[in-house]
C-alpha cells in the first residue's frame, strides 16, 4: 500500500516561476527518492536524499527532508514548459530492510509557456 | 546510465488472451526487479517483487496465477497476464534496482499499456 501522501494534487504555474511539491510519509525510512514521469512514460529518478541528510541540490532542484515530521519538498526553480510531469516521491520502507519502495499519490505540474 | 527495457510498450487483445510482458536490465545485473500497476492519473502500485532463480513475492491483493512472474536470469523478467479481461487493462510497469541495494535507485521501463477489448 501506499505511505506517502503528496501536495499539491495538481500544480499549474506560469514558466520562471518556482514550483514547490510536498510529500509525507508515515514509517520510517532509509531515504526518500523524487522521481519524474512524463504522461505514458515511465519514472526517471531525479534525485535521493539520505535519512541522515536535510537538504540536497541537484542543479534546478532542492529537496529537503525532515524526518522528524515525516515530510520532504522538491523545489523547481525557474521552471520550464518542458518540466510539465507527475512528480513522485518514493520511500524505501525500512521494514522490508530497505528493499521495497513505496510510492506517494504524485503532483501533477503543468508549467504554461 | 542503467537502462531497463520494457517490450512491448502497448498491446491490445481480445478479451481471454494472455499477455506477457519483458523488462530486461540492459548493462546491470537486476537480482530483484519490480512490477507495478498504474491506472490512470494515480501512483504506481506495487505488484509483486521478481526475484531472480525463486518465486516472486506478491504484494496482498494481487493474484499470483493471473500474474505469473518469470525471472530466470540476472537480466530478464517476465510478467504474463493470463486470460486478460478489460479489467486488467492498465498501465504496467518494471524497474529493476541495482544489486548495490538498499540506497540505490530503481531504474524503471518505460511502460506496457494494455488494453483488453
Known amino acids: 500500500s501506499q505511505q506517502g501522501e503528496e501536495d499539491p494534487q495538481a500544480l499549474s504555474i506560469q514558466e520562471g516561476e518556482n514550483a514547490t511539491m510536498n510529500c509525507s510519509y508515515k514509517t520510517s525510512i532509509n531515504n526518500l527518492q523524487w522521481y519524474r514521469q512524463n504522461s505514458g512514460r515511465g519514472l526517471v529518478h531525479l534525485i535521493l536524499i539520505r535519512s541522515n541528510e536535510r537538504e540536497k541540490h541537484s542543479g534546478r532542484l532542492r529537496v529537503t527532508l525532515d524526518t522528524s515530521k515525516k515530510s520532504s519538498s522538491l523545489l523547481i526553480t525557474a521552471s520550464r514548459a518542458a518540466d510539465t510531469a507527475s512528480y513522485f516521491c518514493?520511500?524505501?520502507?525500512?521494514?522490508?530492510?530497505?528493499?521495497?519502495?513505496?510510492f506517494g499519490a504524485g503532483t501533477r505540474l503543468f508549467v504554461k509557456a | 546510465g542503467a537502462v531497463v527495457s520494457q517490450h512491448p510498450s502497448r498491446v491490445i487483445c481480445k478479451s481471454g488472451t494472455s499477455v506477457k510482458i519483458e523488462c530486461r536490465s540492459l548493462d546491470f545485473q537486476a537480482t530483484t526487479m519490480f512490477w507495478y500497476r498504474q491506472f490512470p492519473k494515480q501512483s504506481l502500485m506495487l505488484m509483486a517483487t521478481s526475484n531472480e532463480g525463486s518465486k516472486a513475492t506478491y504484494e496482498q491483493g494481487v493474484e499470483k496465477d493471473k500474474f505469473l512472474i518469470n525471472h530466470a536470469s540476472l537480466t530478464l523478467s517476465t510478467l504474463t497476464v493470463t486470460s486478460a479481461h478489460p479489467e486488467d487493462s492498465s498501465f504496467y510497469i518494471c524497474s529493476a534496482r541495482d544489486s548495490g541495494g538498499g540506497n540505490q535507485p530503481q531504474h524503471f521501463g518505460d511502460g506496457t499499456r494494455l488494453s483488453i477489448l
Open positions: 518514493a520511500t524505501d520502507d525500512r521494514n522490508t530492510g530497505g528493499f521495497k519502495t513505496i
